[in-house]
Every structure is written in structure tokens, then in C-alpha cells.
């Protein structure tokens, strides 16, 4: 289909504005729009609120609000081309609200005011955005999504969870998930200056959360394999619905693009986004289990036998470039390549092609890889029948202004299991002569593509570790300012691809693996991002997968719907490599995809009881959510940590002190809303827990305490470390139990459903620890001990799915008897609340940022000073909890004016909304 493209010059204009030509860019001098036509901030450009800057922009396909257009060619004589930014690039925010249904309703109605104030500029871009209390994370949401085509596609980015810019950029977003698309660009052929300058048309630096993110194949020369041509070579989208988690609270938006120039108008443009509103589902829930799937099956391209081959012959031609007849005729290395002199380093690629049943959400994975590896980018772009989603730990560059950062990530090691094996792994890895020659050849090639676009260019980092769950690299970071006229085009022209993922030149290591990898790449490491008015950051898509759920693979070997992944992982080739050494690190990058993917190992696989219960106890915690350990060094306890270390959705950290250990488990819970387990020997080591488990009880906070012990028959024997341990911290916990000494005699599920009641009580409120008591006789390691299976009974289909054995409910009588009792008792605070003159309001500690939104939006509409205390987050005035002109009365050292008699009288309060300070409310009762 072939489209004209009308000059901006014809199409109508509103009233009051005047039509200005500059050059070849018509630019409408407009007039700002009623401050009544939406309640709320606005975050505007120049020119009466309008964005206007002179672009100029040819693409190969584009989309509103999923409605594609493709154009095979667009007209290139310069006056007919479209040029100029959008009219209109406007961002308003609304007033904040307390809920995710509340933003939602808050959206519609907006896009109903804006309908009313109907724009009758051709062209143009509005965001709508509004805050809300409630914690909502944005993967769980988008999860949650319902899915249809209107809906699609979906992006999901997440950075790094560092300190500095890795967190968070300068926005204040950490992670946005997206749905639909206000405007979709895809093309066919290579990404080229004029498809960045129509993305741009939609952007603008004064509204810095419109973003387009996409993704740039790794060879745009290469025509995509079927299974990568529904991405086409690059794609690039602003989201039709985003919800941010954002520096202290998520922000729900929608936003409405148009360009009637191109054939999408105003209307069209609103009805797209009220349908997508309409369709957004208020429902969030925890997604994240890990898919119990049968692998059907696996195959490497290239297999390990052609791996070995081809890794030779590419170092006989990295050793010497005069023996060429010597290597391999099979790959033809000879002809591929009309000149090898200067090749350094190659990065040789191989995709793992898997079939899993049942079908795998792309979105769960992606979960799993953020739980694992919160030290790196998450990404996901899921259309219709695929899915790109990667966890990658490579920066390509992040650009704000003219200032430019860039990495360079080379060599690898696996990650210890100790500390001590870990800190001699990474002290290897910075010894290693081979890894330093393959860093150093990243390293300089992108500070000299730097030098040759930026004014100046400093190493800012030159050599370190950044590690990631299972495995750590050798960093460096560089840091520049651009020269004048750089954009984002250059810059992903320039660094991409860096020799980490191709080689060394680029253009000949490029030629090179085009003749002899046997695969497409597709996006696999190539750059995926997001663009803003002046910012930008790219990653590199390494670590990554594509999911296929294509309607042939329905009835594959009987299997009823099956998810067909590609799993992509490289290596670097210098002089010094080994194929075996490079083999291994190729497993151990898509061990994340493939750990995540294995099957529970079968329960009868167990070397003896103890290692059962253990991996019972310790599997059931983690589906059930429960993936923090904390585990403090002993010998009694060593089959729970065992069973820790060797599940892959388990984390553990370890600690000599079970004292600290206890308050890092502590802190943990509080942070994350959510238990943390902890475990220890047996003996003063469970006693040395007492001091974290009382601040738990008191501070509602959920923790669970697995305590090794030792057999009845040691205990009172005078055995070393053997005290009793049951009811060991009395009423500080909220349920305890203690498991007799693992046999097989006794009915397995028995250890599930007690993990199940203890986490139940754990989580329900008041929250709290708890507290589980396991005894273990010899052997404690992994010998072999024959055992009977028939324990296992009752277990089957818990070991075939993902779930945990029990699921708690309450009976409907009793959410009906609760429900009475709280409209009764919100009834009579209201009418409290209602006939109070002189009211105040006291609130203790808080556990999340949004709590204490709360608390001053409540203070802010009553009316009342809030005396906080300092554990509530409220005395620190942060932006992220409310506007400065919003900030109710706060009063910090109420305490103070307690001791005044005189200035108590004429402030005293005669009601007063407290949550829970013990010193406050004694002296209040004093006075």
C-alpha cells in the first residue's frame, strides 16, 4: 500500500493560531489550551505548551495504536516529505489518587475532558499520567493483562538494581511495562537517520517520559529467519497504557498519538486509548512460580562435535594468517573471508533450541530471571505469536543531554559458592592473561569509537567485576561528552556491534560469522532500549531467548500446547581459547534459562531421608514464595543447606553470627514485604536468634526459623549443643511445631503441609515468625542410604506441577463476618472523626513509602498536624510521598511540647487517630 503524505501547510489549523514558514518546516504558532480542560499539572513545550522543533523522517512501516500501516516507499522529494515534530507534545499529570482502579477511572475520565476540547491539530502527542498510593509492581501488572491483539505489543524494561544511575535514571523510573502502541515503527530494511527522526517527531525533551523503546536486529544486512520475522529488523513503540514504578510510587498512563498527515486523526487516536483503558484489568497478583515443564527437546546449533572444529580452525587463522590451507574444508574458512589479517578476536555464538510442554508465559520467565538477577537489564517485547525477553548485565550506552556513558564487559567466571571460592574465582578471572587480552580488546575499540563522536573521553572505571547470580565478567566504564550534532543514530552506528558480541575489527569479524554461524541471530545482541527528547540507554540483548508458541507446534509428539524456545549465548575467540573451557561458559550463560525451565529432580533421586525432608521443606518455601535463606555456618543443619544451594530459585546468603544473620533476615522481610527463612544449627546457635525474632513479633514482620536439632535420644545425654529447642522463643512467634527425626516410615506430605501452616501463619495477620523445629540423625552429608519410597504416597501431583501441596481459604461466612465488623467499626471512627474539632494524628513506624502517602494524604484532607515517628519515613519530607505545596502540618518533636504545660493546653487535641508510638500516647495520657 502506497500512501501521499499531505504537507503540514494544507491541513486545517485552529483558531487563533498563525501559520509560519521556516524553510521548509511549516510550524503553527498555537495558542496553550484552556487551563479547565484537564485538572492537573501539565508539563508542557514552547511555543503556548506546544512542542515544535523541525524534523524531517521517511519510514518503512508505522502503527497507532496497533493499527498497521505499511508503506513500501515513502515519497523522498524533500517538499513532500513530513517533516517537523508533532504539534502537540504535551504530558499532564493529575491529581494523585489512592488506588490502581481509582488511576484507571482517573484516566478515563480525563480522555473524556480531552475529548471534549477536541484538537483539530493535524498532529501531536499527549500523555496522561496520575500517581497512586498503593504498591503495584509493574511486571505483576502486566502479567496480569488480558491478551488480545488491541493489547499487543508488550514491553517490559527493567535496569539495574545498583546504586548510582544503575537503578534508577534520572526520571525517577525503575521499571515500566507497556501495553499497546500509541504509535508503532517497524521496518524491513536497516534502521536508518530519517526512521530515528520520525520516532523523534513524537518526542520532546520538556516531556521526558514519552519514550519509544525497541529493539535493532544484531545484522540488519541479514534477511530475518522465519522465526524472527514477525520483529521485522528494528521496532521501535510508545506504549498505548504504561504503569512505572517510579521513585516512591507507581504512576498509571495513557497516552494518545496522531498524525493526521500519515492517516490516523485525532478521534481515532482517543477511541484507541479509551478501548485500551477499558480493557486494562485492575486485578495484580504474583505471578512468578516456576513453570513445572518435560523438556521434548533439545538441540545445539552447532553441536558440540562442530564447536570443537570450528574453535580450531579459528585459532589456527587467529595464530597464523599465512597457514589458511590448514583449516577446515567442511566450513570452507578459506573462502569466507577475503582478507583474515588483523582479526583479533571473533565471538562465536550457538543457539539452544528447546521444546518444553506445557506452555511457558513469557512474562513468568522473566520474573524469575529479575528475582535471580537483580544486578541486571530485564527486557521483553512479546507480539503475537513471539516473544523477546533477555536479562542481560551490559550497558551500551545511557546518554542524558550531551553526556554519555558507556561499559565494556569481557571474560567470565562462574560465581563461588562460598565467599572464599568466589573472591578466588573473581581474583582469577583478574589475573587471567587471556581475559584481560579479550577485555582489553573491548575496552579500547569503544573508547576509540567514543573519541571519534565525543569531545573527551575518560576511563571512569578501567578494570573491575560485575557479577551477576551465577556468574561474574571483567567491567570497565567510560564516560564522554558528545560533540555537537550527535544523536542517538551515531551513536548506536558507532558502538554497535561492540567486540564483545562480534569481534575484533568489527566489519571483518562481522563478515566473518555471516558466513560461518548457522543460525540467525535475530535481536540476540543487538541493542534494546528506549529513546526520550534528550535521553536515551541501550543494552546489549545478550542472555536472551525467543519464544515461539506457533500453531504447528500444537500436537508436537502429543503434547497438548507447547512453547518452542531459542536460547542464545557467545564467547569470545582469542589466541590462548580452549573449545572445552568455551563449551562450558556457553552452559553455564543459559544456565538462568535452563534452571528456571528443569523439572524438580525426582523425589526418589534423594541420596537418604534426611536429603528428602530437606528438599521437601526447602521446595516448598520457594513456591510458596519464601526464596531468601539466610544460613548460618553448623554441622546439624548441613541437609538444609544443602537443599538450599542446590534448588535454583533459592538464594542464600550466609553468616557466621546467627545474631547479625537474624537481623539481615530482619531487614530483608521488612524491605520486601514478604518472609525471609533463616537457618541454623542447633544448640546456643537457635538462642543467638531471640533478640531479631522479638523485633519481628513486635514489628509485625514475617520471618521463618528453620532450626537444626539434634535426635531425642541425644538430648539430656549431655551431648555437645543439644538444649531443648522446642517452644525455644514462646510467644514471640506465631506458630512453632518440631518435626520428629526424617523416616521413611512416616508419610512424606507431612513436611509439606507443616511448611504450609507455619508460612500460612507467617502471612497472615498480625504477620509475624514463626518457627520450625527439625531433628536429624546422622548421616548429615550426602551418603547414601537405601529408603523406602512408599512414603512419597500422596506426593505425586504435587512433584509434577509448580504449586505448593495446600492452598488456604476463608469460608465465606467468615469474610462476610469480618466484612460486617470492619464497616461497623469504619462507621463509628468516621462519625469520630467527623464531630472532632481539634484533631491530631499519631502514626509509629511504617514499612512501605506508600504508607506514609498515605498517612499525610489523610492528615492533608482532614486538616490535622501529623506527629510522626522517625521510623514512620515521614520526617524526611521526601518528594516521592507528596507535593511540597501539599504538605500537611508535620509536627517532629511533639514530645517536646509535651514537656510544656502551658503550650500543651492550647494546642491539646480532643481526638486523636493513632497508629502506634508508646512513648507519645503515655505522655498524651499523662497530660
Known amino acids: 500500500m502506497e500512501l501521499s503524505v499531505a504537507n503540514v501547510a494544507t491541513a486545517p489549523i485552529p483558531p487563533g493560531a498563525t501559520l509560519l514558514r521556516r524553510g521548509r518546516a511549516a510550524v503553527c504558532n498555537l495558542s496553550p489550551l484552556p487551563a479547565s480542560s484537564l485538572h492537573g499539572s501539565s508539563s508542557s513545550s514552547s511555543f503556548g505548551g506546544f512542542c515544535l522543533r523541525p524534523r524531517c523522517s521517511r519510514l518503512q512501516s508505522f502503527c497507532y495504536a496497533s493499527s498497521v500501516v505499511s508503506l513500501q516507499q515513502m515519497i523522498e522529494d524533500s517538499s513532500d516529505t513530513v517533516e517537523g515534530p508533532v504539534l502537540v507534545c504535551e504530558t499532564r499529570t493529575l491529581q494523585p489518587v489512592l488506588s490502581l482502579a481509582n488511576a484507571r477511572e482517573a484516566l478515563i475520565s480525563a480522555l473524556g475532558t480531552l475529548q471534549s476540547n477536541a484538537y483539530l491539530i493535524p498532529s501531536g502527542i499527549v500523555r496522561l499520567q496520575v500517581a497512586f498510593s498503593v504498591e503495584v509492581k509493574a511486571l505483576e501488572w502486566l502479567q496480569c493483562q488480558p491478551h488480545n491483539e488491541q493489547l499487543l505489543p508488550r514491553i517490559y524494561f527493567s535496569p539495574r538494581q545498583e546504586c548510582g544511575t544503575y537503578g534508577q535514571d534520572v526520571d525517577g523510573l525503575k521499571h515500566v511495562a507497556g501495553i499497546g502502541s500509541a504509535l508503532l515503527v517497524k521496518g524491513q530494511k536497516p534502521f536508518t537517520l530519517a526512521d530515528l527522526k520520525y520516532v523523534k517527531r513524537f518526542l520532546s525533551r520538556d516531556c521526558p517520559l514519552i519514550r519509544a523503546y525497541g529493539a535493532i536486529r544484531f545484522d540488519a544486512d541479514i534477511e530475518p529467519s522465519e522465526e524472527w520475522k514477525e520483529f521485522g529488523v528494528f521496532l521501535f513503540t510508545i506504549p498505548l497504557v504504561e504503569l512505572c514504578e517510579s521513585s516512591g510510587y507507581p504512576i498509571l498512563a495513557v497516552t494518545v498519538a496522531w498524525d493526521g498527515t500519515l492517516g490516523r486523526d485525532f478521534k481515532d487516536a482517543l477511541s484507541a486509548a479509551k478501548g485500551a483503558l477499558f480493557q486494562v484489568s485492575d ?336 521446595e516448598e518455601c520457594c513456591r510458596l514464595g519464601i526464596v531468601y535463606f539466610c544460613i548460618a555456618p553448623g554441622s546439624r543443619s548441613s541437609p538444609l543447606a544443602v537443599a538450599a544451594a542446590e534448588n535454583f530459585k533459592a538464594k542464600c546468603v550466609s553468616c557466621v553470627d546467627e545474631r547479625s544473620l537474624a537481623f539481615h533476615a530482619l531487614g530483608y522481610a521488612r524491605g520486601a514485604s514478604k518472609p525471609a527463612a533463616v537457618i541454623t544449627t542447633s544448640g546456643t546457635a537457635v538462642s543467638n536468634l531471640l533478640p531479631a525474632v522479638v523485633e519481628a513479633s513486635e514489628g509485625c514482620v514475617p520471618l521463618v526459623l528453620l532450626t537444626a536439632d539434634r535426635p531425642p535420644e541425644l538430648l539430656q545425654a549431655g551431648a555437645n ?153 515521614i520526617r524526611i519530607r521526601h518528594s516521592s510521598l507528596i507535593d511540597e505545596d501539599e504538605v500537611p502540618c508535620v509536627i517532629d518533636h511533639f514530645d517536646h511540647i509535651l514537656l510544656d504545660e502551658d503550650i500543651y493546653e492550647s494546642i491539646k487535641p480532643d481526638t486523636v487517630l493513632q497508629d502506634f508510638m508508646k512513648r507519645l500516647c503515655k505522655m498524651l495520657k499523662n497530660n
Not at 506457533?550 to 503434547?559: D, Q, S, T, V
Not at 572445552?580 to 543459559?590: A, P, T, V
Not at 526424617?742 to 504450609?756: G, I
Not at 512414603?791 to 462476610?816: D, N
Request: contains cysteine; aromatic residues 8%; hydrophobic residues 40%.
Open 283 to 618: 486485578f495484580v497478583a504474583t505471578k512468578n512460580m516456576n513453570p513445572c515443564v518435560t523438556n521434548l527437546s533439545k538441540e545445539h546449533t552447532p553441536s558440540e562435535q562442530a564447536w570443537h572444529g570450528l574453535i580450531k580452525d579459528v585459532l589456527q587463522i587467529l595464530d597464523s594468517h599465512e597457514n589458511l590451507e590448514a583449516a577446515s574444508q567442511e566450513i570452507d574458512i578459506k573462502h569466507a573471508i577475503y582478507d583474515l589479517v588483523g582479526l583479533s578476536k571473533v565471538v562465536l555464538a550457538r543457539r539452544t533450541k528447546l521444546v518444553v510442554d506445557p506452555a511457558v508465559e513469557p512474562l513468568t520467565l522473566v520474573s524469575l530471571l529479575q528475582e535471580k538477577n537483580p544486578n541486571s537489564y530485564q527486557f521483553c517485547i512479546q507480539l503475537s505469536n513471539s516473544s523477546f525477553i533477555g536479562s542481560t548485565p551490559e550497558r551500551l550506552f545511557y546518554k542524558v543531554g550531551t553526556k554519555i556513558f558507556s561499559e565494556a564487559i569481557a571474560g567470565t567466571r562462574a560465581c563461588g559458592i562460598t565467599e572464599n571460592k568466589d573472591r578466588d574465582l573473581g581474583l582469577e578471572l583478574l589475573s587471567s592473561a587471556k581475559d584481560h587480552l579479550e577485555f582489553n580488546i573491548v575496552m579500547e575499540s569503544i573508547k576509540q569509537k567514543l573519541e571519534g563522536i565525543c569531545k573527551n573521553v575518560k576511563v571512569d572505571c578501567y578494570k573491575d567485576l560485575i557479577k551477576q547470580a551465577n556468574i561474574q565478567h571483567l567491567y570497565g566504564s567510560l564516560v564522554g561528552e558528545l560533540c555537537d550534532g550527535i544523536s542517538e543514530f551515531e551513536l548506536l552506528s558507532e558502538l554497535h556491534p561492540t567486540p564483545a558480541v562480534c569481534g575484533q575489527p568489527q566489519k571483518l569479524a562481522k563478515r566473518f560469522l555471516n558466513k560461518i554461524e548457522q543460525f540467525d541471530r535475530g535481536m540476540y545482541s543487538g541493542p534494546i532500549g528506549w529513546i526520550s527528547g534528550e535521553r536515551a540507554e541501550f543494552v546489549v540483548a545478550i542472555r536472551s531467548a525467543l519464544l515461539e508458541n506457533p500453531p504447528n507446534l500444537a500436537a508436537y509428539n502429543g503434547a497438548s500446547v507447547v512453547t518452542q524456545l531459542f536460547l542464545f549465548a557467545g564467547v569470545g575467540i582469542v589466541k590462548g581459547s580452549e573449545p572445552s573451557s568455551e563449551w562450558k561458559e556457553l552452559d553455564l550463560k543459559i544456565q538462568p534459562f535452563e534452571g528456571i525451565l528443569q523439572p524438580i529432580s525426582p523425589l526418589h533421586d534423594a541420596s537418604n531421608i534426611n536429603a528428602l525432608w530437606s528438599r521437601l521443606i526447602i
Open 721 to 873: 549443643q543439644s538444649i531443648d529447642q522446642i517452644k525455644h522463643f514462646g510467644s514471640f512467634v506465631r506458630y512453632n511445631t518440631n518435626l520428629p527425626p526424617p523416616s521413611d516410615e512416616m508419610q512424606a506430605r507431612v513436611v509439606v503441609t507443616t511448611v504450609d501452616a507455619a508460612i500460612f501463619y507467617a502471612t497472615s495477620s498480625p504477620k509475624g515468625p514463626v518457627h520450625i523445629n527439625i531433628s536429624f540423625r546422622e548421616p548429615l552429608a550426602g551418603t547414601v542410604l537405601s529408603w523406602s519410597h512408599s512414603c512419597l504416597k500422596g506426593l505425586e501431583r504435587w512433584a509434577l506441577s509448580s504449586q505448593p501441596f495446600t492452598k488456604y481459604m476463608t469460608p465465606t461466612s467468615e469474610i462476610i463476618r469480618q466484612h460486617q465488623f470492619l464497616c461497623t467499626a469504619m462507621k463509628e471512627m468516621s462519625d469520630l472523626i467527623d464531630s472532632a474539632s481539634r484533631g491530631l494524628i499519631l502514626t509509629g513506624g511504617l514499612q512501605r513509602i506508600e504508607e506514609s502517602r498515605a498517612v499525610l494524604l489523610l492528615a492533608k484532607h482532614l486538616g490535622w498536624p501529623v506527629v510522626p515517628d522517625i521510623l514512620s519515613g
